[in-house]
């Protein structure tokens, strides 16, 4: 048993689709949140500094008692989770892609599967890398979507510009005769709505958020390290950019009140707690 919290970042809101999960399944476990708001988007920056911003962030939760990190995004669990793995040996790492995977290869049948990702992410190739890893023959189209996480960060989700990107983005991978999408960012569940309308009733979207829950409480279990039952959950939410800003967006996605954001800056070693 361990009441220490777990980690769980993004680069702005999107990871909060995976804490969401974390809140209604594991509600005993205290987490820190932590959205690398100054730099979001990550999905159009160079591999090699979202491995930075990742493995930075990683040793800065680890610094602050958790005992273990989720890499609540694609984008890092694509270029960082093996190097952070191999850096930090004493908690567990997670990342989205495994997990989500495992969902959609399990719903796909014979049929194709689609991914929608940022630009980074497909070209990292992680998924078709873990789908064939997992499936060798499955077809695999992955589309990436840079307009979607802009349109999130700037909460509109819901506007016409969503869902007609949706439908843009949608009908390349349903020209490929998809079954299943992978909402291969965290931030696309939160435009659920507009991609299930662009992709029709007959693909199924999945969440790699629910799958990824599975696998935190799987771990914690085999750790030893779950919070002890009954414990008052005590979360702390942290950004690199306007704290404001985040409270308020991100109280309304996670449909739970953000009271405190407090804000992260990183020093040479280790990120500095500012207030
Ligand atoms: N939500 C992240 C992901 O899952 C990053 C999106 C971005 O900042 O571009 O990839």
Same mark, same amino acid.
């Given at each position: 048993m361990n009441p220490s919290p777990i980690g769980v970042f993004d680069? #702005?809101? #999107? #990871?909060l689709t995976v804490a969401a999960q974390i809140l209604k399944k594991l509600p005993n476990e205290p987490i820190i949140y932590l959205a690398d708001t100054a730099h979001v988007p990550y999905g159009e920056r160079p591999l090699e500094e979202i491995q930075g911003f990742a493995l930075d962030i990683t040793r800065f939760l680890r610094s602050l008692g958790c005992k273990m990190v989720v890499m609540a995004c694609n984008m890092s669990s694509a270029v960082a989770l093996h190097p952070a793995k191999e850096a930090f040996t004493d908690i567990p790492v997670l990342g989205v892609i495994e997990p989500g995977v495992r969902a959609a290869v399990r719903l796909a049948g014979d049929r194709p599967i689609g991914v929608m990702a940022t630009t980074g992410t497909v070209s990292s190739h992680a998924y078709s890398k873990a789908i064939h890893a997992a499936s060798p023959d499955i077809d695999v189209y992955e589309q990436a979507c840079p307009a979607f996480v802009p349109l999130v960060e700037s909460g509109k989700q819901d506007s016409p510009q969503a869902y007609s990107a949706a439908r843009e983005y949608a009908q390349i991978l349903l020209d490929g005769n998809v079954g299943t999408i992978i909402l291969g960012c965290t931030h696309y569940p939160f435009l659920f709505p507009a991609i299930a309308e662009a992709a029709g009733p007959a693909v199924t979207l999945v969440d790699p958020a629910e799958e990824t829950v599975i696998e935190i409480e799987k771990t914690l279990v085999e750790n030893d390290?779950?919070?002890?039952? #009954?414990r008052a959950s005590d979360h702390r939410f942290f950004c690199t950019g306007d704290p404001a800003g985040f409270a308020e967006l991100g109280s309304r996605f996670l449909r739970s009140r953000i009271d405190r954001v407090e804000q992260a800056v990183w020093g040479v070693d280790i990120g500095k707690v500012l207030a």
């Open positions: 680069s #702005g809101l #999107g #990871g390290i779950q919070c002890p039952e #009954g």
